[in-house]
């Protein structure tokens, strides 16, 4: 059982930045692989970004050079640093855990990015 709760979303205008956190359960975070998906009205979720155990990353080429996550093992935190925000990435963003021995991954409730004028 793993609870992953999201928090940093809010309004900003074209061209700002945001820093996503999500804060998870289990006191071997260090082994769980994290991302952050989002899903817009109407569209199917999708990946932004991925963080393994061992540091590698992985972006939707839609945010590359804009986005950077990263994670502080020693506070179960998974962050996305959110720059140069567009419109287009107006969403819900998710925070999602995963491990080789796990039945299921694990979701986050989401939190609201809103890019506008």
């Known amino acids: 059982q793993v609870q992953l709760v999201e928090s940093g979303g809010g309004l900003v205008q074209p061209g700002g930045s945001l820093r996503l956190s999500c804060v998870a359960s289990?006191?071997?975070?260090?082994?769980?692989?994290m991302a952050w998906y989002r899903q817009a009205p109407g569209k199917q979720r999708e990946l932004v970004a991925g963080?393994?155990?061992?540091?590698?990353?992985n972006y939707a080429d839609s945010v590359k050079g804009r986005f950077t996550i990263s994670r502080d093992n020693a506070k179960n935190t998974v962050y996305l640093q959110m720059n140069s925000l567009e419109p287009e990435d107006t969403a819900v963003y998710y925070c999602?855990?995963?491990?080789?021995?796990?039945?299921?991954?694990?979701w986050g409730q989401g939190t609201q990015v809103t890019v506008s004028s």
């Open positions: 999602k855990a995963s491990a080789l021995n796990w039945r299921n991954d694990y």
């Open positions: 963080i393994g155990s061992g540091g590698f990353r």
């Open positions: 289990g006191s071997i975070f260090s082994s769980y692989t």
